[in-house]
């Protein structure tokens, strides 16, 4: 076994393996420190990927060469649209996964990579030495040494499963917790807390009565993930709604005292945009029911993911309140549903690259920054991964701007506000969703990830085409004058439009909200053929010109914002006139640029001003003379 490593990824996970194949592909010798090689690439949770806000993360990821879209494209069972009925701003690809052939697909790329290479051990204790990782001991007592770590534990970190009062250490069901990571995270002095997620019990399909559940079909044509793929067909696996009832409410309600919610065993936050089934009954009392949504596990698979009744409670209550539901009368629990507790460390406590900001070489990615979800530990993964990479030769960090991607939202939201609960996505966070749509991630992003040397030739010279095809068609539409000729505005009445008096270009034509790129191609022909999510792409960009617009003027202000740095020497106590509360939070934070300073919880637009103001008359040289002059008092 190799004893050294320019990078050391521990853990296998969403993040862990997009932050380790990154690294490789940028040339990186590294070695992928995991309990066991069967569960790189799990999916601990639900077998899904993308959903609201979620799949603009996958796109991004995709757009800038990583792994997770490609993956869930091969492996996927059933393909939808979120929101397809409403603005491009917030529609969202999710896609369900069989969740062994995604776990596969994961390991198989990571097996590919000649410069990765997978270590099963528990990594135990970070060898720091004058500020610097130097490299990793495992508890089997093999020392690893290294540049560069970045750690992705997910809920490992001091792991403890909950199950009615049965409490059982451990990351997930089966596996161990680590606390010797743990403890040597905490000898580094850094701000951690305790979080809490759960997951409900598995169902043998088999013993599911489908006949009388409302039937949730895939999408067809499948809308898919990655830009790299081509367009295709498979067969579909239908998912099914039911949900709770009364009974089902009062079960659970009787059962409070020995739910380790409520009767003091779990005591850290849970995620508030997706609670527990008892968390729901008690919070919205007044609601007779909560839909749950059958997931099938794969195509083969006998297992169901009942996703919207994860739960702690003890088992016989599991039981008796899922055979409570419609459709599950008579149904055979595989698996109960647990709660699990895990450490994780303050997001503040890292700049904008995701590396400590205390020490030179430790990144962290995923549920160890507060976050939860797939697509969140994985983009965190791929920013980690390259920035790991980039700090070993020398070069400045990646960072993502707000108005760049969803990932960029992500990790200012972080480093700036912190966390109170497991963080999820939503496209409410975005300010400029409009712009950071799904259709155009690798538009926004390809770009970046081609500099940094993680777009092949022949990829990039399909993205080029799209768009050129797509700047083609632009010009077309724009060219194309419609007359107000019989035929012509037969066409316009048949479509419940008004007429025209003079002529009108495509372009203008198609901003009516009863015309669609598509119809017009029947009536006018294209010499080019879009694909259908370039086409929908096109239409989007056309109808909400003036809007986009407007945003791009506010993402300016934002950029300008963005571009005024806070010298690392900048004191905010200095700031005359500054609340000492809103000091203090600055002190901690320690935005690198005004704008950032300005999302930091509390910091008023008067105090920003402020800041501003102290900033243009701040020189670092009588900063220092002062710092002495102080010192020597």
């Known amino acids: 076994m190799r004893n050294k490593f320019e990078i050391i990824v521990v853990g296998g996970g969403h993040a862990g393996s997009e932050a380790a194949l990154v690294a490789a592909r940028l040339g990186l010798n590294t070695g992928l420190v995991t309990f066991s090689r069967s569960g790189i690439g799990q999916m601990s949770c639900n077998p899904a990927i993308g959903g609201l806000g979620k799949s603009q993360l996958v796109k991004e990821i995709d757009a800038m060469g990583g792994e997770m879209g490609l993956a869930i494209d091969q492996t996927g069972i059933q ?10 701003a917030v529609r969202s690809t999710r896609a369900q996964a069989d969740r062994d052939l995604y776990k596969a697909r994961v390991l198989k790329a990571v097996e590919a990579e000649e410069q990765l290479t997978v270590i ?45 009062d049965e409490q059982v250490p451990g990351g997930r069901v089966g596996e161990k917790a680590s606390y010797s990571l743990s403890d040597s995270i905490q000898e580094l002095g850094l701000k951690m807390g305790r979080m809490k997620t759960g997951t409900p019990a598995r169902i043998r399909r088999s013993t599911i009565n489908f006949s009388i559940l409302d039937e949730q079909p895939g999408e067809s044509p499948i809308p898919p993930f990655s830009f790299r793929t081509a367009p295709f067909q498979r067969e ?10 009364e009974k089902t409410h ?10 380790p919610l409520f009767n003091g065993q779990i005591e850290s936050a849970g995620p508030r945009y997706c609670p527990s089934i008892e968390d729901k009954v008690f919070r919205f009392a007044d609601k007779t029911s909560h839909n749950i949504f059958l997931e099938p596990e794969g195509f083969e698979s006998d297992i169901v993911y009942p996703n919207g009744i994860s739960t702690s409670l003890p088992v016989d209550v599991q039981q008796a309140f899922v055979q409570s539901i419609k459709g599950l009368e008579y149904c055979e629990i595989i698996q109960p549903g647990y709660a699990v507790e895990y450490d994780y460390v303050d997001p503040r406590e890292l700049d904008q690259s995701l590396r400590l900001k205390c020490l030179e070489g430790l990144y962290l990615a995923g549920q160890i920054n507060g976050t939860s979800g797939y697509e969140e530990a994985g983009a965190q993964g791929l920013i980690a991964g ?35 609960e ?58 194309t004058i419609v007359k107000p000729s019989a035929e012509n505005l037969a066409w316009l009445s048949d479509l419940g439009t008004a007429n025209i008096g003079d002529g009108l270009s495509l372009e203008t034509l198609i901003k009516r909200p009863e015309i669609h790129y598509e119809t017009i191609c029947e009536q006018f022909p294209s010499p080019s053929s879009l694909a259908d999510r370039d086409a929908l792409r096109l239409e989007t960009e056309l109808k909400f010109e003036g809007y986009l617009k407007r945003q791009e003027e506010d993402i300016q202000r934002l950029k300008r914002m963005e571009g005024v740095e806070i010298p690392k020497e900048f004191s905010f106590s200095d700031v005359k006139g500054l609340r000492a509360e809103i000091s203090e939070r600055l002190e901690q934070v320690r935005p690198q640029t005004l704008g950032q300073a300005g999302r930091v919880y509390g910091v008023t637009p008067a105090a920003l001003s402020l800041v501003a103001i102290h900033l243009k008359r701040f020189k670092p040289d009588s900063s220092k003379k002062l710092a002495k002059k102080k010192r020597a008092a």
């Open 79 to 88: 393909f939808r649209t979120l929101n397809a009925s409403k603005g491009p």
């Open 250 to 259: 009062e079960l659970i309600r009787e059962s409070k005292e020995r739910s």
């Open 120 to 164: 099963e051990a528990a990594a135990g204790k970070l060898e720091i030495e004058s500020g610097k990782v130097r490299g990793l001991h495992t508890e089997c007592g093999q020392y690893i040494e290294c540049g560069a770590i970045v750690l992705t534990t997910g809920t490992f970190l001091k792991g403890v499963l909950h199950t009615g």
């Open 386 to 420: 390259i920035n790991a990479a980039r700090f070993l030769r020398e070069q400045e960090p990646v960072t993502i701007r707000r108005d760049q991607g969803y990932i960029g939202v992500m990790i200012d939201d972080l480093t700036t506000r912190g966390v109170i």
């Open 236 to 245: 579909q696996i239908s998912c099914w709604i039911t949900a709770t009832n």
């Open 422 to 479: 497991p963080y999820r996505m939503f496209t409410s966070r975005a300010e400029y969703r409009l712009h950071l749509r799904e259709d155009n991630a690798d538009h926004r992003m390809t770009p970046l990830a081609r500099e940094l040397g993680l777009i092949s030739d022949a990829d990039w010279a399909k993205f080029e085409q799209r768009w050129e095809n797509i700047d083609q068609e632009k010009k077309r539409l724009k060219k």
